[in-house]
C-alpha cells in the first residue's frame, strides 16, 4: 500500500507543469507559443532564459527527487521481506510514474510535455552512469547540429544502449533473465516515448525547418 500511493504521489509530482505556470507568471500560455509545448525549451524560446533556465531545473528536480528518495529510502517502507524483484519493480514504477506525469499531466487535461529534462532526473538518481554516457551524446549532437530535438532522440537511444553496457548485459553471460531487466525495460519504453513524443519535431527535421537552439522562430 505504501509503494503504491508513494507511485501515485511521484505521478502527481511528475505532473506539476512548471513551464505553463512560468508562462503564466508573464500572461503566456506556452500551449499557444512557440512550439506549442510546455517543456524547458520552448519556455527559454518563448519566456526566456530568466524563466526559461529554471523551469529546467524544475523539470530535472521534480523527475530526480522521488526517484533518489525512494532508492535511499525503500528499504524503511518496504520492509527486510521484499524480494529484489519486487524492489526493482516498485523503483521503476516510481521512476516510470514520475515521467509519464510530466508528459501526461492530469493538471492540463493529460496533455503535457515531452518528458526530457524530468527523464534526465530520474536518469541521474537511477543510474549516474547511463545518465553520463546519455548526457554526453546529447552534448555533443546538441553542439554539432544545434537541434534539441535531434540531441534528445539521440540520447533517448543511447539511454537504452548504455543502459545494456552498465548493467552487464553485454558482458559474456549476461543476456540472463534477472531483476536488473526491469530497469532494461523501463529505458525501452522511456526511449520509445520520448521519441513518439517528438513526432512533430523528426516532421520537421525531414523537412528542414526544425528551429535550432533557442531560436525564437
Given at each position: ?28 500560455d ?26 529546467f ?12 528518495c ?12 521484499s524480494s ?6 516498485v523503483?521503476v ?6 515521467i509519464?506525469?510530466?508528459?501526461y ?20 538518481a ?13 552534448l ?14 539521440v ?8 543502459g ?12 540472463v533473465?534477472r531483476?536488473?531487466a ?5 529505458l ?5 516515448l520520448?521519441?513518439a ?7 520537421r527535421?525531414?523537412?528542414g ?9
Amino acid at each position: 500500500m505504501i509503494a503504491f500511493l508513494y507511485i501515485i504521489a511521484s505521478y502527481l509530482i511528475g505532473a506539476v507543469p512548471f513551464g505553463y505556470l512560468a508562462g503564466r507568471i508573464k500572461g503566456v500560455d506556452l500551449r499557444e507559443h512557440g512550439s506549442h509545448n510546455i517543456g524547458a525549451t520552448n519556455a527559454v524560446r518563448v519566456l526566456g532564459k530568466s524563466l526559461g533556465f529554471p523551469v529546467f531545473v524544475l523539470d530535472f528536480m521534480k523527475g530526480f527527487l522521488p526517484v533518489f528518495c525512494w532508492a535511499h529510502f525503500s528499504s524503511f517502507l518496504q520492509g527486510p521481506g521484499s524480494s529484489a524483484w519486487m524492489s526493482e519493480t516498485v523503483l521503476v514504477l516510481v521512476c516510470l510514474a514520475t515521467i509519464v506525469g510530466h508528459t501526461y499531466t492530469c493538471y492540463l487535461q493529460f496533455k503535457g510535455g515531452k518528458g526530457v529534462a524530468t527523464t534526465a532526473g530520474v536518469l541521474m538518481a537511477l543510474s549516474s552512469q547511463v545518465f553520463g554516457i546519455a548526457i554526453v551524446v546529447w552534448l555533443v549532437v546538441f553542439l554539432t547540429t544545434r537541434y534539441v530535438s535531434l540531441a534528445s532522440i539521440v540520447a533517448a537511444v543511447a539511454m537504452v544502449v548504455s543502459g545494456l553496457y552498465c548493467y552487464g548485459f553485454f558482458a559474456l553471460g549476461g543476456l540472463v533473465w534477472r531483476p536488473d531487466a526491469i530497469v532494461i525495460i523501463f529505458l525501452l519504453l522511456v526511449a520509445i516515448l520520448v521519441i513518439a513524443k517528438h513526432r512533430s519535431n523528426i516532421s520537421r527535421l525531414l523537412k528542414g525547418t526544425e528551429p535550432k537552439a533557442f531560436s525564437r522562430k
